[in-house]
């Protein structure tokens, strides 16, 4: 269990909005940031702003690829829901959802759009922009989130959303990571002098090359105090969405300084109980939110979906116990589950960066990198960079880590035909791989996934 150093500094107290969650669970966890039970649930919903045609995903019961109307009824039911404390979104969609149609003016939920788009989740079909190092781009202004125009008057710079989300990805690279910093300060002095507040998505490295930190977790931390710790109060982001490495590092982070509340990012879809395990184990060790975008989107029934993320992040249930009632609700509704029980109560791989890379699941001390978008090394939220400029292999077959049989952590590990070190019992050995065999390893999986999802067999 974390460990809370509450002799931190803390940090400013957005004003309480009186029918925002997210401003009342914020204002509540500052306030004691040892004790608050308050959880932030957030659905992830701007990959259209990361895959193009892509981002909807496909409806499990006719296997076809969602509109993006189709795409935004499903916002708009999960904000009548009023289960999530945010909405994340395109300024696009934001734009219609939250000033056109008023949305959110009598809900508990907070509108947020995505404020940049770096490169490494430009991500189209046959692109190759994210296997090059990440750099800084905003296709919207924080005007035109704010009311839809460039130049507004000032009345509508309040009819939009004034929650953002601003994403660095960091690679160990002097030339490319200066430019990513310096950019993240004149967002933060912009945003400050607008009145426009911002959560910080640190996203891991997406082509760190021979630079690859040894200690991945213990990097993405330092360099978010770092970057912070030169940022005074009023410019500093209410909260923080960065992928989960396990209870050491969240633990590490949060007990040096329980201001920054931390959030984690949801990645790949994988099983039903990926997702519920990786809220649960978070939450355990220190994190204060999830934001998840392509768990929540690519699920059988995103409402029941939703509503036992909740239940799970106010401790009303375990996650195993999760994963057998939403397959119970399932059958209920007669929809037929992407997984039978048995396979959906597995602990899989997930990514961690868009295009991200991916680690066991099991809250062991070994990274689980996960994303919102969930990045390929394409994530979300609630979503492949890394893919480079080969083509997939459409004949990799999905990999499970299961605990189950055979072996254990300490079986011998041997070197399979496809290059990987592997324990006795055939389960990926992650302690065996380098850095390098661990990247490698992660886009493999995600390329996987990703031609799964294009061919209706995800």
Same mark, same amino acid.
């Given at each position: 269990m974390?460990e809370?150093?509450?002799? *931190?500094g ?7 909005? @009186?029918? &925002?969650s997210?401003d ?6 500052r306030a ?9 649930l957030?659905?992830?919903k ?7 045609l892509?981002?909807?995903?496909k ?10 109307s ?11 829901q009023?289960l999530v ?8 969609? *934001?734009?219609l959802l939250?000033?056109?149609? =008023?949305?959110?003016?009598?809900s508990r939920?907070?509108p947020?759009?995505r ?8 991500l %189209?079909?046959g692109?190759?922009y *994210? ?8 296709s ?26 601003y994403?660095?990805?960091?690679n ?6 200066? +430019?990513? +910093?310096?950019?993240?300060?004149? !967002?933060r ?5 607008k ?5 910080l998505?640190? !996203? ?5 090359g ?7 977790g ?9 970057t912070?710790?030169?940022v005074p109060? @009023? ?6 969405k960065i /992928? #989960?490495h396990?209870?050491?590092a969240m633990e590490?982070?949060?007990?040096y300084d329980?201001?920054? +509340?931390?959030?984690?990012l949801?990645?790949?879809?994988g099983t039903?109980?990926d ?7 978070? =939450?355990?060790?220190?994190?204060? /939110?999830?934001? !998840? ?23 009303q ?8 009632? #939403?397959h119970?609700e399932?059958?209920?509704m007669?929809?037929?589950?992407i997984?039978?029980?048995?396979e959906?109560?597995?602990?899989t791989?997930?990514a961690s960066? #868009?295009?991200g890379t991916?680690? %066991? @699941?099991s ?6 990198? *996960?994303?919102?978008?969930? &990045?390929?090394? #394409? ?9 480079g400029?080969?083509? +997939? ?8 880590l299961s605990?189950s ?9 041997s ?19 380098s850095?390098?065999? =661990?990247?490698?390893? @992660?886009?493999?999986?995600? =390329?996987?996934?990703l ?8």
């Open positions: 974390c809370c150093n509450c002799q *931190s803390a940090a400013v107290t957005p004003p309480v909005r @009186a029918n &925002r997210l009342q669970k914020l204002a509540t966890i004691n940031p040892c004790g608050a039970k308050d959880f932030i957030a659905d992830a701007d990959a259209d702003m990361a895959t193009g892509a981002a909807t995903g409806d499990p019961a006719t296997g076809k690829t969602r509109s993006l189709d795409y935004r009824d499903q916002m708009r039911e999960i904000v009548k009023g404390d945010i909405m994340l979104m395109s300024a696009s969609t *934001s734009e939250t000033i056109s149609e =008023k949305l959110f003016e009598n939920v907070t947020a759009v404020a940049n788009d770096t490169t490494d989740i430009h %189209p079909a692109g190759t *994210s296997g090059e190092p990440s750099r800084p781009f905003r919207a202004t924080i005007e035109q989130i704010q009311s839809g125009k460039v130049n507004p008057e000032p009345a509508e710079q309040r009819l939009g959303a004034d929650l953002g989300l994403s660095i990805t960091p160990n690279r002097l030339e490319f990571d200066y +430019v990513t +910093v310096e950019a993240y300060k004149q !967002f002095i912009e945003a400050e002098s009145g426009f507040r911002h959560f998505e640190v !996203f891991d490295p997406n082509a760190c021979d630079h690859c930190p040894a200690d991945l213990r990097f993405i931390n330092d360099l978010i105090v770092r912070l710790a030169g109060r @009023a410019g500093r982001p209410q909260f923080l /992928a #989960y396990g209870p050491r590490e982070l949060v007990s329980p201001s920054l +509340v931390a959030g984690i949801g990645g790949s879809s039903t109980r997702a519920f395990h990786l809220l649960e184990d978070a =939450k355990k060790h220190g994190a204060r /939110a999830a934001l !998840f975008g392509r768990k929540i989107n690519n699920s059988e029934h995103q409402l029941t979906f939703v509503r036992f993320l909740h239940a799970i992040a106010n401790g249930i375990a996650a195993e116990e999760a994963v057998k009632a #939403y119970g399932l059958e209920k007669k929809l037929k589950p997984r039978p029980l048995k959906d109560l597995e602990l791989t997930t960066s #868009y295009a991916s680690t %066991p @699941a809250g062991a001390g070994i990274p689980d990198r *996960s994303s919102s978008f969930s &990045r390929p090394r #394409y994530s979300g939220g609630g979503l492949g960079r890394g893919l400029k080969s083509s +997939v292999d459409r004949t990799i077959p999905s990999l499970t605990r049989t055979g072996g254990g952590e300490n079986a011998p590990a070197l399979k035909s496809d290059g990987f070190p592997r324990r006795a019992d055939g389960a990926p050995d992650f302690k065996a791989m850095a390098a065999q =661990k990247v490698a390893f @992660a886009r493999q999986k995600i =390329k996987s996934d031609m799964k999802n294009e061919n209706g067999r995800g």
